[in-house]
Structure formats: C-alpha cells, structure tokens
C-alpha cells in the first residue's frame, strides 16, 4: 500500500512511498524498478513527495512526533540513501511543492508555515543534517 506518489514527466519517474517510510523508484515507460525501498526509515514518516523539475532529486516531507516532527528529506535520484535531511516544521510537514526552478522548492507544515528552500543552500558544502529551525 502506498501513501504518496509523484511523478516526473519528462523522465518518466514515478517514486512511491509505503506505509512505514520505504521509497520505490520506477520507470513508468518502461515498466521497471529503478530502486526499491530506498530507506528513508529511521527518519519521519514520509507525507509526501516532489521531483525537482529537473528529475535530479526527489525531496520528501513528514513527520513522526516521537522521533523527527517537520523532517524534509532530499534524495539523489540515482545514488543510495539520503543525501540530505533537516527538520523544518514545528510538528508535521503536511506539504512539499516544486517549481519551474529547480533550486527552489516549498513546504508545508501544521505549524501553519509556508516555508520556502533553496535547494543548492540545503546541499551546499556547509549544509548539515540538523534542525534548521533554530
């Protein structure tokens, strides 16, 4: 059973994420697994999901209050694991949205925040996995 999907039309990705945090990768033209059960576990029950427009990463948003609330995950589609992860909700992430560019991203949470990314600040070489909230 799947709890959120996306898509990404020009290359013809679609990543599903299960009940319990497992990602899918496939390719819907070609009717091929491109990576099962990337493991997103250990980290916040994924909510949602969003290509970048290019097709480069696959960002993931939730929650889980009694481990990682308002956590974001950023995947390199193609690679192992998770390449980057921040809390940036108080509470659940409800939402996560791309744009035309793809450096910038949104989310959403139920601390009634629209927040907006950029995606080369949450990768750069400074960046780390830690509460950006603060």
């Known amino acids: 059973m799947y ?18 945090g497992a990602v899918d990768l496939f390719r819907a033209d070609e009717g091929i697994t491109l990576s099962a059960n990337i493991s997103w576990q250990g980290h916040a029950s994924i909510r949602c999901l969003a290509f970048t427009p290019d097709g480069k990463f696959l960002l993931g948003a939730g929650g889980n209050l009694n481990c990682c609330p308002g956590e974001v995950m950023v995947h390199e589609v193609g690679k192992i694991g998770i ?17 035309k560019d793809p450096d910038l991203f949104a989310t959403g949470g139920a601390d009634s925040m629209i927040r907006l990314w950029s995606l080369s600040d949450v990768l750069g070489p400074e960046a780390e996995n830690v509460d950006v909230q603060k």
């Not at 709890?3 to 319990?20: F, P």
């Not at 390449?83 to 409800?94: K, L």
């Open 3 to 20: 709890d959120a999907v996306a898509a990404h039309k020009e290359s013809g990705s679609i990543a599903a994420v299960a009940y319990g």
């Open 83 to 99: 390449r980057r992860w921040f809390y940036a909700h108080q509470g659940h992430a409800t939402a996560i949205a791309t744009g």
